[in-house]
């Protein structure tokens, strides 16, 4: 099972929600991230979660806030997001940290009214 | 930090022609890997390559690391091959992750 996994697909919320995004994987990795992309742009890291703990976090604001319960899974809590936060949410994991062959989950378009 | 430039950044072609796509890096790394992102934003690994070089069917690529650079070959393009196109290198320091290049749009017409 080579799969990254991510619900939901699709997501849009008001500026006063709080919604959560999952991603799963069960290939054994521990090192999971969070990417956002928008669009015609690269992917640009958000958090690094490795063995289960946070061990970057590229100055992100605090209504986004990463959990990662297992090794198996992550989780990104949104809260009283901006409409400049609709993008494409994409969860990533690899073996470790330091072997960085990247595995991707489809992703969450994420649009903010 | 490090710089990661892609050429060209938008490539058109037929289907059945050949490109290559360069990579140029501005410091050492410890891995580079090249990325195709499909229409529908599903980001694949392509390869996983800091150096020499790897096949897989109708992709190849070549990294020379003392040299700083990366080429991912394409050969018979089909329109499937339609996407963007990332080069992605680790840097060498201790705690910092991939960094992605800008990356070239390829459209392959039939």
């Known amino acids: 099972d080579t799969e990254v996994t991510q619900t939901p697909k699709h997501l849009v919320m008001g500026m006063t929600n709080k919604k959560s995004l999952k991603c799963e994987q069960h290939?054994?990795?521990?090192?999971m991230y969070w990417y956002k992309q928008k669009a015609k742009k690269p992917p640009e890291l958000m958090f690094v979660y490795s063995y289960e703990k946070l061990s970057i976090n590229e100055s992100v604001p605090s209504r986004f806030s990463p959990e990662c319960p297992n090794s198996s899974l992550l989780n990104l809590h949104l809260h009283a997001l901006q409409p400049e936060d609709s993008a494409l949410y994409l969860c990533?994991?690899?073996?470790?940290?330091?072997?960085?062959?990247?595995?991707f989950g489809s992703g969450t378009q994420l649009s903010v009214l | 930090g490090i710089q990661v430039e892609q050429s060209p950044p938008d490539l058109i072609l037929q289907e059945g022609a050949n490109s290559t796509l360069r990579c140029n890096f501005s410091d050492s790394v410890n891995n580079l890997q090249w990325f195709h992102q499909n229409p529908w934003g599903q980001l694949i690994n392509l390869f996983y390559i800091p150096s020499g070089t790897k096949q897989n069917g109708r992709l190849s690529a070549t990294t020379v690391a003392t040299e700083r650079y990366s080429l991912l070959y394409i050969s018979s393009s089909q329109t499937t091959d339609s996407g963007v196109y990332f080069c992605a290198v680790q840097p060498n320091q201790a705690g910092t992750a991939l960094i992605f290049g800008k990356g070239t749009t390829l459209s392959v017409s039939s």
């Open positions: 990533a994991s690899s073996q470790d940290e330091r072997n960085e062959k990247l595995f």
């Open positions: 290939m054994g990795h521990r090192a």
